[in-house]
């Protein structure tokens, strides 16, 4: 038998008989349009490849018949049981080896989309040998435990199939046996980094209480919210944030992979940076949760294990931004249609920038800036409230940016003696506070900001004076309880920074801070 499975990593069994009737290509079971027109793909690639179509009745059967099957990853599967049952070749495949891949007419094997998932799902059926395009060898080398053997032209599959592979023997084809150990990933060849541009924090002149706040998100994975007259660098401060990311570890880059292969043109490019996603305001429901007709991951998928980044968030319509409350309480997010449900994982921070007023000059220091505030205090109520309180109760830092003095920007001069907090400082101070968080929780990719209850009691006990401005706060700001854990939580990163083992009032008051711009923003003009 012939193996073969979908996106969703369900193996796919692929039968074929020859009747004597007219010549022609069925398939059966439960095929969309893309997979029924592998026909054509076939005929073209059985004639591009000088090798013969049976001039019978094909009948190709995809099993469980039930299940939808849909994409290109099928074709070589087909193509595969068609030379089996014309007696084309001679050796019928093991049980554990898997075909996958797109033909084209003129006989080459094409990469397919989400072929991470597939070789999960095959190797979790007791696959253990993939047979898969070469472009898609790169990201196939990166799921441990697997063999895997890249295909270029069909002649590669009809070698495979004739003679199966022989690692003793010179051969075309590209192969290699990834490492069966679950925390690395085997490279059949060098993946080279696909680096996006992000700005440095070194530019960011004179903000240095922005720099703290981006320290503090980045190590503790707590969602932030720049706030501040135009031209102050809130989107350069935001985009900075990627950048201080510890690298993928190579089970989140198997993972983040896995989900950019569903959807991005460039599926089979490997991806090794934290993602940095960065929706406009103009976005769509669809292309911000995830679905259409084949159901693909949105940008909160997409930003998983790195930064959703959105610029001006009061300028986003109040249905998309409410979109966010689930993932970033659950870390997932389910998309459900008539046909089928996909529960995505969302776990990113998010960072986001706003003006205090539409025309975003409301409080700013007119000795730095010639421009005044005209907007109406009604005007400037309903702009701060399209920012619900439910959302900004999911985020830990809000921090406002202020005007810098233009003689600072072209120059120099560091500005940050207090905390010394140059690029390179904070990266090192975001690798040991990483590390903390791993000893604390252990390999499980909690951090700070997502720990538990059970966890936040056991590792977040605060002394008599802690709570007790904490309480005394929460009080006068009238915090919620999501709200004073939050405080909590973020007070426990301030102290890992520090070095302390217990939550203290100089952390408590620190995080205090953070959350009373937030409830500043709640509040009238």
Known sequence: SLIDHSTEGMPVRVECRLSNNLPTIIIVGAANRTVDEAKERIRGAFQASGITLPRQRI???????????????????????IMLAAGITGRTPAHNEAFIG?????????????????LIGGRKAGITTFYVPSDNQQQAAMVPGVHIIGMRHVQDLLTVLRSGYDPDKPSTLATGLNSPDEHSAGMLTPVVPDHSPVPSVDDLNGQDQVKRALLLAAAGGHNILLDGPPGTGKSMAARCLAGLLPPLSPEEMLEVTQLHSLNQYDYSRPV???????????????????????????????????????????EFPRSIIELLRQPLEDGVVTVARNRDTVIYPAQFILAATSNPCPCGYRGTDHATSS????????????????????????????VPVDQVDHGSLLGNEQHNDDYKLSEASIKRLVLSVRAIQQRRFGKTGVLNATMDAAALKRHCAADADAKRLLNQAARQLGLSARAYLKCLRLARTIADISGSDNVCLPHVSEALRYRAEAGDRTDGP
């Open 272 to 314: 090794t940076h934290r993602p940095l996603r960065a929706p406009h305001h103009s976005i769509s429901y669809t292309a911000m949760v995830g679905g259409g007709s084949i159901i693909r991951p949105g940008e909160i998928s997409l930003a998983h294990r790195g930064v959703l980044f959105l610029d001006e968030l009061p």
């Open 102 to 118: 797109e033909v084209g007419l003129d006989g080459t094997i094409r990469p397919v989309r989400g072929v991470i998932g597939k």
């Open 59 to 81: 009948t190709l059967n995809l099993a469980p018949a039930d299940v939808p099957k849909a994409g290109s990853g099928l074709d070589v599967a087909m193509m595969a049981a």
């Open 371 to 398: 421009r005044r505030c005209a907007c109406s205090p009604s005007a400037v109520q309903r702009y701060r409230t399209r920012t619900s309180g439910p959302l900004l109760d999911r985020i830990d830092l809000v």
